[in-house]
């Protein structure tokens, strides 16, 4: 019984609402959605809701202008839209394929509730693509090797995550040069730039011979795919063996002959040294070490040598007086030699003769009925005596 003969149930005081279950997230177009249930008002109608979005540094901050807890709308169908562009902005700055993450709590006219967990699998969707199409790499001789060059294209959104760089066989397939140019290496991305060893380059499965060109391709990938595949591209030239040297020259200097020629084209190899032939007598050739040694450096430099004439009219080559010096002449590199020049030379080996001795005085005798005259040849002082002048007195 109650007092004063009267009954009914002592009211219970309203508290703070429940806390409210973790909210949820997801992507609508252009939007997220921000979605919670109603907790238990305990007594005391909810008069709003205090929405707070995770942002990039983790911390969380209210959102008023879309997800305002005040709003009749917005607590009536706990729910509120953010335009994904303001999620990308301050002070949220959340970048693309982040996770919308939010927290909810209600209050009324006792207070507030506690914050709930945090909630939201909604995940802010990419609007990159592939990266452009690379455009054609270089390629260039260093040394001993081939560098692969490219220019980084936009990658449209989406850092670039690795490079596809080929190489052209000598039976125009191209392939994948892993060891050297790794286009997953963070260097290489770096730099858009490989190295790969032209010994690599000649060897299986690219089998590019001396002289050949080095082609390559490079593709870009990001988290979206790949680019297009470049054109092919590179001028590199692999190093060959010289060009065959132009005919030598040969020239009368006092008595030497010199021999001179134009160095070739070493098509990529330096010209390490020359070899000198000289023309014998008998039309077979030799080199001449002594005065013509091709891998002297100043012969090099100079392409140039000097050979006595004495020499030349010694063993083995025996070219006497009058005699037309011949030559060739072929350029050795790392690769290997040239062909042999033609021969070349038009130096003559001056006449050293002199006219021939006076005859001794000649001998008159009577044979019947003639006169014999007789006479002792003179030395012809190295020139063939070609005639005689008879007087008779």
């Known amino acids: 019984m109650s007092a004063a003969g009267g009954t009914g149930a002592i009211p219970i005081p309203a508290t703070a609402p429940d806390t409210p279950s973790a909210p949820t997230t997801i992507v609508s177009g252009t939007n997220i959605v921000?979605?919670?249930?109603?907790?238990?008002?305990?007594?005391?109608?909810?008069?709003?809701?205090?929405?707070?979005?995770?942002?990039?540094?983790?911390?969380?901050?209210?959102?008023?202008?879309?997800?305002?807890?005040?709003?009749?709308t917005v607590k009536a169908n706990t729910q509120c839209t953010i335009p994904i562009a303001t999620l990308h902005a301050s002070p949220f700055l959340l970048p693309e394929l982040s996770t919308i993450v939010a927290t909810v709590l209600a209050t009324n006219s006792v207070g507030s509730s506690a914050t709930s967990s945090q909630g939201g699998t909604a995940v802010i969707p990419s609007t990159a693509t592939a990266p452009d199409t690379p455009v054609a790499p270089t390629t260039t001789i260093l040394g001993s090797n081939v560098i692969v060059d490219w220019a980084a294209p936009s990658d449209n959104g989406a850092e670039i995550l690795s490079y596809t760089i080929k190489i052209k066989q000598n039976d125009l397939s191209f392939t994948t040069e892993l060891t050297s140019c790794d286009g997953t290496d963070a260097t290489i991305k770096t730099n858009t730039q490989c190295t790969i060893p032209i010994t690599t380059l000649q060897a299986s499965p690219y089998s590019l011979p001396d002289g050949g060109t080095v082609v390559a391709t490079v593709l870009a990938t990001n988290s979206v795919g790949p680019s297009g595949t470049s054109s092919e591209g590179g001028t590199a030239v692999l190093p060959d063996v010289?060009?065959?040297?132009?005919?030598?020259?040969?020239?009368?200097?006092?008595?030497?002959?010199?021999?001179?020629?134009?160095?070739?084209?070493?098509?990529?190899?330096?010209?390490?040294?020359?070899?000198?032939?000289?023309?014998?007598?008998?039309?077979?050739?030799?080199?001449?070490l002594t005065n013509c040694?091709?891998?002297?450096?100043?012969?090099?430099?100079?392409?140039?040598?000097?050979?006595?004439?004495?020499?030349l009219q010694a063993s083995p080559y025996s070219l006497p007086d009058l005699s037309t010096v011949k030559a060739t002449v072929l350029a050795t590199n790392?690769?290997?030699?040239?062909?042999?020049?033609?021969?070349?030379g038009t130096a003559v080996l001056p006449n050293t003769a002199t006219a021939p001795d006076t005859p001794a005085a000649p001998t008159t005798t009577v044979s019947g009925s003639n006169i014999i005259v007789d006479w002792n040849a003179p030395?012809?002082?190295?020139?063939t005596i070609t005639s005689y002048t008879v007087k008779i007195k």
Do not use: R
Not at 37 to 61: C, E
Not at 258 to 285: C, E, M, Q, R
């Open 242 to 288: 010289p060009d065959a040297p132009a005919a030598p020259t040969t020239t009368l200097s006092g008595s030497n002959i010199v021999v001179d020629w134009t160095a070739p084209n070493d098509n990529g190899a330096t010209i390490t040294s020359y070899t000198i032939k000289i023309k014998h007598n008998d039309l077979s050739f030799s080199t001449e």
């Open 34 to 72: 921000v979605d919670w249930n109603t907790p238990s008002d305990n007594g005391a109608a909810i008069t709003s809701y205090t929405i707070k979005i995770k942002q990039n540094d983790s911390i969380f901050s209210e959102e008023l202008t879309s997800c305002d807890g005040t709003d009749a």
């Open 379 to 383: 030395s012809d002082n190295g020139a």
């Open 334 to 344: 790392d690769v290997g030699a040239s062909a042999t020049s033609s021969e070349g």
């Open 293 to 311: 040694d091709g891998t002297v450096a100043a012969i090099k430099t100079n392409t140039q040598c000097t050979i006595p004439i004495t020499t």
